[in-house]
């Protein structure tokens, strides 16, 4: 009794004892990194030029897959994602990345300073190339949400009819 007091063995037969517990720190620590990793990129994969949209009170609409996006800056610039285009290379270009499929989803950006005529006729260019499913994209109002910060919204547009 003395030597289990003093030593907290009882003789020679059990030098270690197995212990049960799951120690989850690194588990913890690893974890948090990658959160940290993750909210630090995903704002990053966005599309890259700088456009200042419209607010709107509009519901999202479902995303079924990754739409294609056209951007007009203010100055008049058109980008198809991150890389300026000319009007006349815009829709083939659009055909070739959507691989001839007019049901891929293309949503047109355009900074709120921009004439409306230019984003239509950027529109109408697009559905003239046969595409059938483009979409403007505006930015929600904060008040929709609870004041959170503001996302894209597509907004469908009226139809475009070609001048002929």
Do not use: W
């Amino acid at each position: 009794m003395a030597g289990s007091l003093l030593g907290g063995r009882a003789g020679k037969r059990s030098r270690y004892r197995p212990l049960a517990e799951i120690n989850v720190t690194p588990l913890v620590d690893v974890m948090l990194v990658l959160l940290i990793i993750f909210m630090v990129t995903a704002p990053l994969m966005t599309s890259g030029v700088p456009v200042d949209l419209p607010k709107t009170n509009a519901q999202p609409i479902n995303n079924d897959s990754e739409p294609l996006t056209v951007s007009l800056n203010a100055a008049g610039k058109i980008f198809l994602q991150d890389q300026e285009v000319t009007a006349e290379e815009l829709v083939p270009k659009l055909q070739a990345i959507a691989k001839n499929n007019p049901e891929r989803r293309i949503f047109v950006r355009g900074d709120k300073d921009i004439a409306y005529g230019k984003i239509m006729q950027v529109m109408g260019t697009i559905t003239q190339g046969g595409f059938t499913k483009v979409a403007l994209l505006a930015e929600q109002t904060g008040g929709q949400r609870g004041g959170q910060t503001p996302a894209p919204a597509p907004v469908r547009p009226p139809a475009v009819r070609p001048k002929g």
